[in-house]
């Protein structure tokens, strides 16, 4: 598969007073590729996913988008590019409700000129999303605060999608679910991949790395390891990178 | 999910019925509660005393919390993103005090002594947005600071009040509206505007929304694309805006400019926490804000119906405001 990559990092570095982050990674994601980014504590996979979502800028290296570069300086910048990240702690609003999560900093007017907000609309269309992604919420006017991790999740995603993301990234998307929202969330992401939306997904859980993706990324202090094709591999060989490194 | 009544979730010993915690859990639970403690303040005042309940006296009280009223409106906004400023009352004074100044000249224009004074408040609130956001201090330390050096600046500049006699501009603050039998005061349709005008903005738009979101999650607002600075000085500069209109009022109200005057800050503040809206940011709506303003102003007026003196009137409000946050901490456990 020779498709122009959706995103390249070339040589791309981050130092923190003098702590290297991140040291000379280059990858290359193609279109609709599910790719695994592994590592242990500290090994620099929430600094790539940073630099790549807008929330930090490289010290040195270059991001490519399209096969061509950028400079992100604010996570708006990545989203105009349909980059969308979805961290840990999600960044959902509690006070609001579903819809309103879904459609934030997306939202539908009835008047643009003073921003009057179409609701009624907005529901609708929640509505027909979640559907659409095979995401069950008691109503998409319950408020964030009283969902279940999964359902906050399945918000998170719904949100993305709504948003038109081509690249979506999902840091540790399972390490608060249980059993049967851990297969509802790998499910939603075969979904979003069947649509041609490429993902990055950083987990610790190898059975769930190896269940959907494509191909495996390793760091290890700062530096990548391993890239491999993720039926070429096994987990013994990609935990053995994340303890040793490279050989 | 499985259909549990909420009250089984509940980590209290005692079970309330069912439609209670319906209501308690409502977001805006607390301006029924409100609601339910202003009647029952005005039943007990009107048993009481026989000079309560009557028309006129409504629109004392109404004139008494206009002041408040107003700047608590915008303040209202600013709180719910989780913001605070303690320089509401300097900036009162210090608006209300440059219109006036104004305005002891005749030939001066009142639209002039607005613009001035509208002009110096959205100034200082801008300011405060700014040493907020992009400076990064704690909104505490620097509406104190600001409130130290607009105080200082407006007794620097004038140590005595300025006496206003422009009718026009003294119908601001004592002028009437006549509808039928009623004579309402200016300031009262002034702040009922200001609240309804907020009231829309929160319920209807997506500035509206945005201050909610800020309030409870200002980094995921910022992930989503949100230019949550920008927010936060623009609800900053309201709230010196609100503040400075409520100081031409007051102005208008007195028939001067005191620059001396005590600071309002904790009196507009206290309103708004007793309406319901957390210092932590995110939840309130403006009706809690009107109800809190209110039963303010009908207990202060009450009680001087009944002679109760100034210092236990103090007393009282304070522990209304007291009760009234404690009961609210003690909901977040149903």
Redesign the interface.
């Known amino acids: 598969m020779e498709a122009l990559p959706v995103v390249e990092t070339k040589s791309l570095s981050r130092y923190f007073k003098g702590v290297v982050a991140l040291n000379d990674v280059s990858v290359s994601i193609s279109a609709g590729e599910v790719v695994g980014l592994v590592g242990d504590n500290g090994a620099g996979k929430s600094t790539l996913v940073k630099i790549l979502?807008g929330?930090l800028e490289p010290s040195a290296g270059q991001v490519l988008i399209d096969g061509e570069e950028v400079h992100f300086r604010h996570?708006?910048d990545a989203?105009k590019r349909q980059i969308e990240?979805i961290?840990q702690?999600?960044?959902?609003?509690?006070?609001?409700d579903i819809m309103?999560n879904v459609f934030?900093?997306h939202?539908s007017?009835r008047n643009p000129l003073?921003?009057?907000?179409d609701r009624r609309r907005m529901y609708r269309e929640t509505s027909q999303l979640l559907e659409e992604l095979a995401i069950r919420v008691?109503s998409t006017r319950e408020?964030v605060m009283n969902l279940?991790g999964g359902q906050r999740q399945a918000t998170a995603l719904a949100r993305v999608a709504k948003a038109g993301a081509r690249l979506i990234i999902l840091d540790e998307p399972t390490a608060a679910l249980g059993v049967n929202e851990t297969r509802n969330l790998l499910d939603l992401v075969m979904r979003f991949k069947a649509q041609g939306r490429t993902i990055i997904i950083i987990s610790h859980e190898m059975r769930d790395v190896f269940e959907v993706t494509d191909r495996i990324i390793v760091l290890k202090r700062g530096e990548l390891v391993a890239d491999k094709l993720t039926f070429e591999t096994d987990p013994d060989e990609i935990v053995r990178y994340i303890i040793r490194g490279r050989d | 999910m499985t259909a549990q009544s909420p009250a089984d979730a509940s980590g209290l010993a005692v079970r309330l019925p069912a439609p209670l915690v319906t209501l308690l859990r409502r977001r805006d639970s607390n301006v029924f509660f409100l609601l339910f403690v202003l009647v029952a303040a005005i039943v007990f005042f009107t048993i009481q005393s026989p000079y309560f309940f009557d028309d006129r006296n409504a629109f004392n009280i109404g004139r008494a919390v206009s002041i408040t009223g107003i700047a608590a409106a915008f303040a209202t906004l600013l709180m719910i993103s989780g913001g605070l400023d303690l320089s509401i009352g300097a900036i009162m004074n210090a608006s209300g005090l440059a219109a006036a100044v104004i305005m002891v000249d005749p030939e001066n224009s009142i639209i002039v002594a607005f613009a001035v004074a509208l002009g110096i408040s959205t100034f200082i609130g801008f300011s405060n947005g700014i040493i907020v956001t992009k400076i990064g201090v704690n909104p505490i330390i620097a509406t104190i600071g600001m409130q130290f050096v607009v105080r200082g600046m407006t007794l620097a500049t004038r140590s005595g009040s300025a006496l206003v006699r422009d009718r026009t501009f003294l119908e601001i603050g004592q002028g009437e509206l006549v509808i039928g039998t009623l004579e309402i005061p200016v300031p009262v349709i002034l702040m009922l505007t200001t609240m309804l005008l907020c009231y829309l903005v929160l319920r209807f738009t997506q500035f509206g929304k945005y201050i909610y979101a800020i309030g409870d999650n200002a980094s995921a607002c910022r992930r989503a694309g949100i230019n949550v600075a920008g927010m936060r000085i623009a609800l900053y500069t309201l709230s010196g805006l609100g503040a400075g209109f409520a100081g031409i009022v007051l102005a208008g109200l007195t028939g001067a400019g005191i620059p001396y005057a005590a600071g309002s800050e904790l009196s507009v503040i206290s309103a708004v926490i007793l309406g319901g809206v957390s210092l932590s940011g995110g939840v309130g709506v403006i009706q809690g804000t009107l109800l809190g303003v209110l039963l303010v102003g009908v207990l202060k007026n009450g009680m001087t119906l009944l002679n109760i003196n100034a210092n236990w009137q103090m007393v009282v409000e304070g522990s209304v405001l007291m009760i009234a946050v404690s009961l609210d901490q003690l909901k977040q456990r149903i």
């Open positions: 979502s929330d996570p708006r989203k990240t961290y702690d999600l960044a959902l609003c509690e006070n609001l309103e934030l900093g939202e007017y003073l921003r009057l907000l008691p408020l279940s």
